[in-house]
């Protein structure tokens, strides 16, 4: 890996948006400072936007800050077909990604479905990626059961999210006659400061008969989502609409089976792991977690930041920022 720039990038450097050409087709991205490349992917239902307290932190030091719109949101190529979401389209979309930014080798950090994008592009092509951060969802091995029938086990009558987002249309019925009101209530669902039930996860669970959003709470806002925030992804996905991001979702069984030869694989990169106290996935994905010793041999560290929810690089950005650049700096200097 290349060692950050010694000079800080200067306060005044700007981000600068720009589409690339990648074999899958085209992604948007923002880009900030200059050093060592560090690309940052986002979840559902963000964007880049999600990185954006990272950008200027990251350039200032020393670092080459790389956000994009993951295919199927924003600004990047939505493909029609369901299975152009699949896991390895998405890694063929970072290497895409990296070669058109002029660059050899990347630093991945990946947020919610990023997270295991990340991860997924780490171990397929540790050529190109050295090193990952992996934010609210834990790493866990390739294995078990096919996923989609896993899930049809979880929670008696009442359906589990992930099969809840199975059937094209069904999802973005819900979501798109009122986008920005659904964001609202997602938001706040999962944010520490306004989650209900003390984050236990019970949103995740349809009743017969209900939606989603009928779990979401009443109507609160998050500390860290202002007026504009809302504005900027509702305005985001208003124009795009919501298939593109579950059609992530509708890939699960297909990233199943492309993944086979992987199964049990051990991320072996340099890697941080940053998860929120009041995040179901931190509760629901505890064994992964204990499980880092094994799975993940080059952990640097890992954190669970206290009262934080889901959102985590927008809820607690001060905290993030300083774990994410101690954490590269680190990584740097030891190559």
């Known amino acids: 890996m290349s060692q950050p ?9 700007e981000a600068v948006h720009r589409l690339v ?5 085209r ?21 880049w936007y999600s990185w954006r307290h990272q950008l200027p932190a990251l350039a200032a030091a020393g670092f080459r800050a ?24 998405h890694v063929s979309d970072n290497v895409g990604v990296v070669r058109a930014l002029g660059e050899e080798t990347a630093t991945i950090v990946g947020h919610d479905w990023g997270s295991p994008i990340a ?29 989609t029938e896993l899930f049809a086990q979880f929670g008696g009558a009442a359906e589990f999210y992930m099969s809840y987002f199975q059937a094209p249309g069904r999802a973005e019925s819900e979501i798109e006659p009122d986008v920005r009101g659904w964001l609202a209530g997602f938001y706040a669902a999962l944010s520490g400061d306004t989650a209900p039930s003390g984050g236990d996860g019970s949103l995740f ?24 925030d809302l504005d900027v992804y509702a305005e985001e996905f208003e124009r795009s609409g919501l298939a593109g991001g579950l059609n992530r979702y509708r890939n699960i069984d297909r990233d199943w089976e492309d993944l086979a030869a ?41 954190h669970i930041i206290e009262g934080c929810g889901h959102w985590i690089q927008q809820e607690r950005a001060d905290e993030v920022n300083r774990l994410l650049v101690d954490w590269l700096t680190t990584v740097h200097r030891k190559a």
């Open 27 to 47: 992604i948007h991205l923002v880009e900030q400072g200059s050093g060592p490349l560090v690309l940052m992917v986002h979840g559902f239902p963000e964007s």
């Open 66 to 89: 790389v956000a994009i719109d993951v295919r199927g949101y924003g600004r990047s190529s939505k493909p029609r077909d369901v299975d152009a979401y699949r896991m390895l389209a």
């Open 262 to 302: 992987w199964d049990g694989a051990l991320l072996t990169q340099p890697s941080l792991f940053i998860g929120g106290e009041r995040d179901a996935s931190t509760a629901w994905l505890a064994d992964a977690i204990k499980a880092f010793p094994a799975t993940l041999p080059g952990l640097v560290s890992a």
């Open 21 to 25: 050409d990648v074999p899958g087709g």
């Open 119 to 147: 991860s997924n592009s780490a171990l397929l092509r540790p050529d190109v990626f050295t090193a990952a951060a992996l934010l609210s969802v834990p790493y866990a091995p390739r294995g078990g059961g096919r996923p």
């Open 205 to 228: 669970f349809v009743p017969p008969g209900a939606r989603l959003r009928d779990g979401f709470p009443g109507d609160v806002r998050p500390a860290w989502l202002t007026e504009t």
């Open 5 to 13: 720039t010694d000079t800080p990038a200067p306060p005044t450097d």
